[in-house]
């Protein structure tokens, strides 16, 4: 009986071995066979406390994530629902965190991240990018928050490893006077008060492969003059409408960019913008706070950038440039294909009007109806060049409603435009929620007269 009964147990065993081993086949860890170079690129997406967290697989992952190239540190992943970037014990955990990442084997960086919303300590954040520095970091970003201002170090604004730069700091930055970035092609300032020895106030930038360049809310504090040297520099973006920033800093900038190809100036000119030798200049917006303020200043600007090809321009700059004692110099946009107007404080129609006589090629015109007049006696006694609107083939216009100024406005265009082909015209919220006042206007833009027997007009 011993053996009638072994025998299929035998059998039993044996099958189920067989399939156990072909489990086990499917299942194996085929991850951890991976060469080390495509475990490190793979844990490299994954935020540093993540990558991490994978020493606990197994002893063969305990010390993978070590090398590394990408460290994303996050102060917001350490916090439980208890805890908030303000409690003191959070705040310590995470730097000593981050110093125990940062003292490990030193691999060279390709992006060090470094995000927190909590109060850090200044000498500490110091010693990270001393150390991410010495460790050839090529991507650097740096979003946090002091109580104090700080001098980050020296060896920081002579880096020659990297390339990208990215600082988000809500407070007080002191500068050297000489920053050079052999090998930076962008660089972003967020929220930053700049600020440099008194006794000089003066900073200048020397980045000789820079392309992009971006700054975002930030002032210059007890700086006279900022000199900008980026022969190769491509894009420039400046914004500093903010309020809290916007003060009387008698400061200026000197900005050097010949291969300069698009600018973007949101300026309430707490510091004014000299720009020099932008042939290559293709496409520029500018809007300035309070622009009549600075008439020359403005006006030399304007001339910089007078080549361009796609041009944005504020209602506010515009009514400026037309008050007497600038309009005789007011450059000529002779190359502008495209022309947008942005704003909607009152706006005379007849000076965007004397803006596109000296636009002999314009194709496309983006304009905004709000609280913008055309006089009807203008359209009758106003006299207009040959070459006027000869090029025109597409309008956009936006917040009509209903009023006899914006008609005079569109149907002075569809008269004057030769070539229009499509005229596109969006009204506010109020005209499309009543479809049969919405009908009558729509009948009424029809039965305008037109230049161009071809042009269409998209109503919505």
Not at 407 to 420: D, E
């Amino acid at each position: 009986m011993d053996a009638s009964t072994s025998t299929p147990i035998s059998k039993r065993q044996k099958l189920l071995e067989g399939h156990n081993s072909g489990a086990s086949d499917e299942t194996r860890d085929r991850l951890s066979s991976l060469p080390g170079k495509i475990l490190h690129h793979i844990l490299s997406f994954l935020p540093t406390k993540y990558a991490v967290g994978t020493s606990i697989l197994s002893t063969s992952w305990r010390y993978i994530w070590t090398s590394v190239p990408i460290l994303d540190i996050c102060d917001h992943l350490l916090f439980s629902n208890e805890r908030t970037s303000g409690d003191p014990i959070v705040m310590r955990n995470f730097m000593n965190f981050v110093d125990r990442v940062l003292l490990l084997p030193e691999v060279d960086l390709q992006k060090f991240c470094l995000t927190c919303e909590g109060d850090l300590d200044a000498s500490r954040v110091n010693a990270w990018i001393s150390t991410v520095i010495r460790r050839k970091v090529r991507e650097l970003i740096i979003e946090i928050m002091l109580e104090d201002s700080l001098a980050f170090p020296r060896c920081l604004f002579s880096c020659e490893s990297l390339k990208i730069l990215k600082i988000n700091f809500s407070d007080g930055l002191t500068l050297p006077t000489s920053i050079s970035f052999p090998r930076l092609k962008v660089l972003h300032f967020h929220s930053i008060g700049f600020c440099c020895d008194e006794s000089v106030q003066q900073v200048s930038f020397n980045c000789a492969l820079l392309e992009e360049f971006q700054m975002e809310e930030c002032a210059w504090l007890k700086i006279k003059t900022i000199n900008i040297f980026a022969p190769l520099l491509k894009r420039l973006e400046i914004n500093d409408h903010s309020t809290y920033m916007v003060a009387a800093y008698d400061c200026e900038m000197q900005i050097h960019a010949e291969n300069l190809i698009s600018l973007v100036l949101n300026s309430g000119l707490s510091c004014m913008y000299f720009l020099h030798n932008l042939p290559s200049i293709v496409n520029a917006s500018v809007d300035l706070d309070s622009p009549e303020d600075y008439g020359p200043s403005v006006i030399n600007l304007l001339r910089e950038i007078c080549n361009v090809k796609d041009l944005t321009l504020s209602r506010d700059l515009i009514e400026a440039l037309f008050r007497p004692e600038l309009s005789t110099n007011i450059p000529k946009f002779s190359n502008v294909t495209r022309l947008r107007v942005t704003g909607i404080n009152p706006f005379n129609g007849s000076h965007l009007i004397s803006l596109l006589c000296d636009m002999p090629d314009i194709e496309s015109l983006n304009i905004e109806l709000q609280n913008c007049t055309l006089g009807e006696n203008f359209l009758t006694l106003a006299t207009f060049p040959q070459h006027f609107l000869s090029h025109l083939k597409s309008v956009e216009l936006s917040s009509l409603y209903r009023y006899d100024n914006e008609l005079c406005i569109i149907k002075f265009l569809l008269q004057n435009a030769r070539v229009l082909e499509k005229m596109t015209i969006n009204c506010v919220a109020k005209l499309s929620a009543d479809p049969s006042e919405q009908l009558e206007v729509c009948k009424k833009l029809l039965t305008l007269p037109r230049f161009s027997a071809r042009s269409v007009i998209a109503f919505s």
